[in-house]
C-alpha cells in the first residue's frame, strides 16, 4: 500500500508540488524559530553559576565629592551597612553585575602567549564577593587574606577550558593587569543571565592596598531573607548622612533579571507569535487544498470503496498520503536545515540545531494529521453508490 | 464451503426508497430475484426505472430499505462496513459505463488496485495476476500507458481486466457499452460472454441494447422500480 501511495504521489506531483512547498516553509520557519528557542531554553535550564536571590546592588554617586576623598568616604559606607542588622555580607565591584548588561570585557592569555581569542568577561571584585554571590568554585579557592601583597585571580570554567584545556589551572598565571596566579576555577558564570551562553570569565582581586574609588564604585549585599524596603530606606539614608551630596540607587538583583529577561523574550515572543501566525496560515491551505481534493476525488473514492476498501480504509489512505506528502516536504525542508550547522549561519550548538529538526519535523507532522482529519473524515463518509453514479 | 445449490445472491422483497428533504423516490419495489451460479443474466429498463440502484444492492455499495440481500445463501444486513468491503473485494468485479479508473495511474496499476485490498498478497503475485487479466482482454501491450492514452474501447477492457484481476465470481455490469460504438461494444461484449462461458462467471449486466441482452441467458426487465417479466 506504502508503495501504492508514492506511486499515486508521484503521478500526481505537480498537484502536490504546493503542498509540498507549504510544508517545506512550514518546516523551515519552525526549524529557524525552534532552534531559536531551544537554544534560549537549554541556557535557561543551565546554572547561572551565582546566587542572585536575597543580593542587591548598591549603585553609588558621589555627586561633587572631590576625588581624592571618594575612597574614604565608601569605606566609611561600607563599615555602615555591614553593621546593619539585615545586611550579611558586602563586595565592593566593578559595574559589571550581574543581569546589568554592562560588560568589561578584554583578550586575556597566558604570559607571552600572542594567540587571538574570544574576548573574556573581566570582574574586580573583593573577597567578599564570593560570598556575596555564593559562587560554586569547582577547583581551588576563592581569593582571601591568603593573597594579601600578591597578585590572584580566579577564573571561570569556559575560561580554564580555554586557555588550560588539558592541565590544570591552579598555581599558573594568567596575563591581566599584571601576571597573576591562579587560585580557583568557579562553574560556569553567566552575569549575562538566564538565556546568554556563558562566556569565560576572569574575577580579578581587589585587596585593601587598592584604594581607588573609580571603577570600584559599586556595592553588591548580601541581606537577611525577609529584608525588604525599611533596609532600603535606611540605607540611602545613611549614606546621604555619611557622604555629603552623595546619593544611591539600590535593586535586587531579582528584579534586574526580570527586567533583563525582558529585553531577551520580548523578541522571541514577538518572532513565536509571527510564526503562530504563519503556521495556522499555512494550516488553512493544506487544509483547503485537502478539502477540495477530497471533493475532486469522489468518483475514485467510491470505485476504490467498490473493489474493496472500507470506509476505515478510505480515511487512513488519505491520511497515508499527507503523511508521504510531508514526507517529501521534510526531506526537502531537512537538506536545507542541515545547511545551518554546516555555515554556522545561527551561531548555536550543533546539538539545538538537531533538536529542533526533530521537533519541528514532529510538528510539522502533527499539523498535517491535525489539518488531513476532518478531510480524511469527509472521504470515509463518502456513499460509494452515489459518488460512483456521479459525473 | 457453501452448499453449491444456494445461489451466488438471493434478493428478497426489496424495496429501496430515497429521501431527500422534499421528495421519496420509490427507486425499486418488491423486488424478488435469484441469481444461480454461472448464469449471464441482463437487466432492461427505462432511464430511471432502479437498474443502477439495484446493481449497487447486488454489489452490497447499498443497502435496501426493506428487505434482504443474501450473498451464497448468508444474507448480509448483519455485516460491518468492513466485513462487506471484504465481501466486495473478493466476490465481486463492477463494470462501469464510465469505466472509473484512475488517471493517475499507469494502466498496470489500475489493474492491481483490487489486489492492494487483499491482505497477503506479494507486489509480484498483484503484477502477475494484473498482467494475466491484461492479457486476457488483449492489452498486454499498453500496461505503462495513462489511461487519457487509451481509446473508450481500450479503457473499458481495462476496466474489466481490473475486474478479472481479484477473479470474482460475479461480475456486475453497469452499461458497460453505453460509450462506446456498436463495434467496440461488440469487443466488450464478446469479453464478458467468454468470461461467462470459459471461467463460469456469473455476470449481471445493465443494458440498453436488445441484441446484447438476446445473447443472455436470461433478462429481467425493470419498469419504475418493479420487475416486468
Ligand atoms: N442517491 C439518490 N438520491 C435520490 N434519488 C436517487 C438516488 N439514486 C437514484 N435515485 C433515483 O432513483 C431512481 C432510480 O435511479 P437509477 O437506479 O439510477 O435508475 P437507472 O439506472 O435505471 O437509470 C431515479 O429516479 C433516481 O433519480
Ligand atoms: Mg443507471
Known amino acids: 500500500m506504502l508503495k501504492h501511495l508514492f506511486t499515486l504521489i508521484w503521478n500526481r506531483k505537480r498537484a502536490n508540488a504546493l503542498l509540498i512547498v507549504e510544508i517545506f516553509l512550514a518546516f523551515v520557519v519552525l526549524f529557524v ?28 554617586d558621589p555627586g561633587m565629592q572631590p576625588k581624592a576623598e571618594r575612597y574614604a568616604t565608601q569605606q566609611q559606607v561600607i563599615q555602615r551597612i555591614k553593621s546593619l542588622p539585615g545586611v550579611r555580607a558586602v563586595t565592593r565591584t566593578s559595574s559589571n553585575t550581574p543581569f546589568s548588561n554592562s560588560h568589561n570585557s578584554s583578550d586575556i592569555n597566558r604570559p607571552g602567549e600572542h594567540i587571538r581569542r574570544p574576548a573574556s568577561n573581566v570582574y574586580d571584585l573583593d573577597d567578599a564577593a564570593g560570598d556575596v554571590l555564593s559562587i560554586p568554585v569547582e577547583e581551588g579557592r576563592w581569593f582571601d587574606r591568603r593573597d594579601d601583597g600578591a597578585l590572584v585571580a580566579v577564573i571561570s570554567h569556559d575560561m580554564k577550558e580555554l586557555l588550560f584545556p588539558n592541565e590544570t589551572a591552579l598555581g599558573k598565571l594568567v596575563e ?14 553567566r552575569a549575562d543571565g538566564d538565556f546568554a551562553d556563558p562566556k569565560q570569565a576572569i574575577f580579578l582581586r581587589n585587596g585593601l592596598q587598592d584604594t581607588t574609588f573609580d571603577h570600584l564604585q559599586t556595592l553588591l549585599l548580601r541581606v537577611q531573607p525577609g529584608a525588604g524596603g ?6 540611602s539614608a545613611d549614606i546621604r548622612a555619611i557622604g555629603a551630596g552623595w546619593s544611591s540607587n539600590i535593586t535586587p538583583l531579582s528584579e534586574a533579571r ?6 531577551v523574550l520580548t523578541p522571541l515572543v514577538a518572532l513565536v507569535i509571527t510564526c503562530v501566525f504563519l503556521i495556522v496560515n499555512v494550516a488553512l491551505g493544506l487544509f483547503g487544498v485537502l478539502w477540495q481534493t477530497i471533493n475532486q476525488r469522489r468518483s475514485e473514492i467510491g470505485l476504490r470503496r467498490a473493489i474493496g476498501a472500507s470506509a476505515g480504509g478510505i480515511s487512513g489512505q488519505i491520511l497515508g498520503e499527507i503523511l508521504v506528502v510531508a514526507t517529501f516536504g521534510l526531506a526537502l525542508g531537512l537538506l536545507a536545515a542541515a545547511q545551518f550547522p554546516l555555515l554556522g549561519v545561527l551561531g548555536v550548538r550543533v546539538g539545538v540545531y538537531l533538536t529542533a529538526m526533530a521537533l519541528a519535523a514532529g510538528l510539522v507532522y502533527l499539523l498535517t494529521v491535525v489539518c488531513a482529519l476532518y478531510p480524511s473524515r469527509l472521504a470515509a463518509g463518502i456513499q460509494p453508490a452515489v459518488a460512483l453514479r456521479e459525473e | 464451503m457453501q452448499t453449491s445449490a444456494a445461489p451466488v445472491l438471493q434478493l428478497t422483497d426489496i424495496e429501496k426508497i430515497y429521501q431527500t428533504k422534499t421528495i421519496e423516490t420509490v427507486a425499486l419495489h418488491r423486488i424478488n430475484l435469484t441469481i444461480g451460479r454461472g448464469e449471464f443474466v441482463s437487466i432492461m429498463g427505462p432511464s430511471g426505472c432502479g437498474k443502477s ?13 426493506h428487505g ?8 448480509v444486513q448483519s455485516y460491518s462496513d468492513k466485513e462487506l468491503a471484504g465481501l466486495r473485494n473478493l466476490k465481486i468485479g463492477f463494470v462501469f459505463q464510465s469505466y472509473h479508473l484512475i488517471n493517475d495511474l499507469a494502466v498496470l496499476d489500475n489493474v492491481e488496485l483490487p489486489l492492494l485490498y487483499r491482505p497477503g498478497l506479494s507486489g509480484k503475485d498483484r503484477r502477475q495476476r494484473a498482467l494475466a487479466a491484461l492479457d486476457k482482454v488483449g492489452l498486454s501491450a499498453r500496461t505503462n500507458h495513462f489511461p487519457s492514452q ?20 460475479i461480475i456486475l455490469a453497469d452499461e458497460p457499452t453505453g460509450n462506446l460504438d456498436s463495434v467496440m461494444g461488440e469487443e466488450i461484449m464478446d469479453l464478458l460472454l467468454g468470461l461467462n462461458r470459459e471461467h463460469g462467471t456469473t455476470i449481471v449486466m445493465v443494458t440498453h441494447d436488445e441484441q446484447q441482452a438476446l445473447k443472455t441467458q436470461r433478462l429481467i426487465r425493470l419498469f419504475d422500480g418493479s420487475q416486468v417479466g
Do not use: H
Request: hydrophobic share 45%; proline share 5%; glycine share 10%.
Open chain 1, 230 to 235: 525599611a533596609l532600603e530606606k535606611q540605607i
Open chain 2, 53 to 65: 440502484t439495484l446493481l449497487s444492492l447486488m454489489g452490497l455499495l447499498d443497502e435496501p430499505t
Open chain 2, 68 to 75: 434482504t440481500v443474501a450473498v451464497d445463501g448468508r444474507p
Open chain 1, 176 to 189: 591581566a593587569n599584571g601576571n597573576r596566579r591562579i587560585v580557583g576555577v568557579t562553574a560556569p558564570y
Open chain 1, 258 to 263: 526580570e527586567k533583563q529577561m525582558k529585553t
Open chain 1, 33 to 60: 524559530v525552534g532552534s531559536l528557542l531551544v537554544y534560549r531554553w537549554q541556557n535557561y535550564r543551565a546554572p547561572l553559576g551565582f546566587a542572585y536571590e536575597q543580593v542587591w546592588v548598591v549603585d553609588l
Open chain 2, 150 to 169: 487509451l481509446s473508450g474501447g481500450q479503457r473499458q477492457r481495462v476496466a474489466i481486466a481490473r475486474a478479472l484481476a481479484g477473479a470474482p465470481e
